[in-house]
């Protein structure tokens, strides 16, 4: 007898008790700002989170990568670790990311190559950017200049434009290979003026910086901070800044309209991205707790120094951005001004 009543009285105080924690979660989830989707996320994150990049440590997007995760660990009381996966314009980065759980622990900071030009060129790849990835934000932009070496004969985009026409081929312009974004912006700026000219690759910036310095190779286009040595030594001089501004730390520079040349804009830019059906909790998290982070004047002071602007966006403006960078870029390929691989 005493071992039923012990067994009835257990299973009474069991339902007094899961009724007690369900009325506490439903007072809890009716606090002001604090519905469902968010009691959810609160559980985020639940161990260190990834943010793999696809540069080497120490480049520009990679020190903007870790001003994020250090400001993102203080809000999360989480690390966040930056996976450096350099290599193959970004597959090697993807590759890695798509094999990974959809929980919200491993980010990625694509780019204009990995979500657009790689599709454009590469008849397979081992991943689909649409179908494996989920967009978060816009992280950043730069803007590239026209850099030729300071005894160089060209003194102006005029001039180079001039050259170009006068001898279709002859006149040479640096890269760090096919399909990247200096080739596709110098590309696109070619196919606008209607000229050719003498694409040369090099395998890392310090090579080709160093060829447009000396002459061997006519002009690039690149950041003014990755060139900030050979500027103020006059190794290498701007023509032109190619956006519809003119720098507020640079305004002696013409933009590429000023100085003659069509109103092209190049722009490189990275977005952060999460792994394709992370749930909604989590994705609305993580945009609104990366919001925040861009908002914070040291991330966008870091990232400045760096020479890149911090452009938080939705996840459209991503999409569209993509979708653009395709429509631009098609047209190179088509064209045979960039080749397919």
Known sequence: MNGTHDATTTAVATRIEARRRRLIVAAFAALPGLGTTRARAAVFPTRPVRIVVPYSVGV???????????????????????????????????????????DGHTLFLADTATLAVN???????????????????????????????????????TSLLAAARAAPGRVSYATLGNGHAIHLAIETFARAADIRM???????????????????????????????????SGRLRPLAVADRR??????????????????VEMHPWAALMAVA???????????????AVLDDPEVRDRAAAAGFEITPST??????????????YA???????????
Do not use: C
């Open 60 to 102: 520009g997007p990679d020190v903007v990568a870790r001003s994020v995760a250090e400001r993102l660990a203080r809000v999360w009381g989480q690390a966040v670790l930056i996976d450096n996966k350099p290599g193959a314009s970004g597959i090697v980065a993807f590759s890695e990311v798509r094999r990974t759980p959809a």
């Open 119 to 157: 599709p454009l060129l590469h008849a397979t790849l081992p991943y689909d950017p649409v179908r494996d990835l989920s967009a978060l934000t816009m992280l950043f932009r730069a803007t590239f200049l026209f850099w030729v070496g300071g005894t160089s004969r060209i003194g102006s985009i």
């Open 198 to 232: 003498l694409h040369v690759p090099f395998k890392d910036g310090g090579t080709m910086l160093g060829a447009v310095a000396s002459g061997d190779v006519d002009f690039t286009t690149i950041g003014v901070n990755a060139v900030a040595g050979l500027m103020a």
């Open 246 to 263: 003119r720098l507020a730390d640079h305004a002696d520079i013409p933009t590429l309209v000023e100085a003659g040349g069509p109103a």
């Open 277 to 291: 059906h992370t749930p909604a909790a989590i994705v609305e998290q993580l945009r609104r707790d990366l919001g």
């Open 315 to 328: 996840p459209r403006a991503v999409r569209e951005r993509v979708d653009a960078d395709v429509a631009l």
């Open 331 to 341: 047209p190179l390929i088509r064209e045979g001004r960039v080749s397919k691989v």
